[in-house]
């Protein structure tokens, strides 16, 4: 019974040792006004922002964070349109590093289908590169990596690459 018991304390101190949770910070946005408020793991407001709307854009409806929290990119549709836009920021001053517009079909207008994605995800581990895909229905799809330092697309891969035809789970089928 006293192994039981001893045992029993080991578990119980383990556990309140392991539930202290590190410090940490977070940006939570608030897409119907665009209200940015960055917390501390002790529930305190350390910052609120607007995320920045560019002219003829309507407040970004995804907003994603790099892993370090020193990057921002935003997508949003413009108001009178399906167009859409990614853009790529410095959090701490706010400067735009990186403008994409989601590219037009000669002579057809944006519908619903057409998407500019940004996933959760988007930036590599070392927050160096940020991914997005492109999606034009009726044309095709095309994924993105653009360098966060400069500003460049660093590579792209459309769906008529050959090695994505090589890929029959990645090309539709005719």
């Given at each position: ?10 578990i119980?101190?383990g ?5 202290y949770?590190q410090d940490?910070?977070v ?7 665009g209200?940015?408020l960055?917390?501390?793991s ?11 709307t560019d002219d003829?854009y309507?407040i970004?409806?995804k907003v994603v964070?790099s892993?370090?929290?020193s ?8 108001e009178?349109s ?7 920021y410095?959090?701490?001053?706010e ?14 207008p944006?519908n619903?289908?057409?998407r500019?994605?940004l ?13 997005f895909?492109?999606?034009?229905a009726?044309?095709?799809w095309?994924?993105l990596i653009a360098?966060?330092i400069s500003g460049?697309i660093?590579?792209?891969l459309p769906?008529?690459?050959p090695q994505v035809?090589?890929q029959?789970?990645?090309c539709?089928?005719?």
């Amino acid at each position: 019974m006293r192994i039981l018991h001893g045992l029993f304390i080991i578990i119980i101190f383990g556990l309140s040792w392991g539930s202290y949770a590190q410090d940490w910070m977070v940006w939570l946005y608030h897409e119907d006004d665009g209200l940015l408020l960055h917390l501390n793991s002790s529930g305190d407001v350390l910052d609120t922002r607007i995320v920045p709307t560019d002219d003829g854009y309507n407040i970004p409806h995804k907003v994603v964070f790099s892993n370090d929290q020193s990057w921002m990119a935003t997508v949003a549709m413009a108001e009178s349109s399906f167009r859409q836009r990614l853009t790529l920021y410095r959090v701490e001053t706010e400067d735009v590093i990186f403008i994409y517009d989601l590219p037009p079909i000669e002579d057809t207008p944006f519908n619903a289908d057409d998407r500019l994605i940004l996933p959760d995800n988007a930036f590599s581990p070392s927050d160096q590169h940020l991914l997005f895909v492109t999606f034009i229905a009726g044309v095709g799809w095309e994924i993105l990596i653009a360098d966060t330092i400069s500003g460049q697309i660093t590579y792209t891969l459309p769906y008529n690459h050959p090695q994505v035809q090589q890929q029959p789970y990645l090309c539709r089928s005719e």
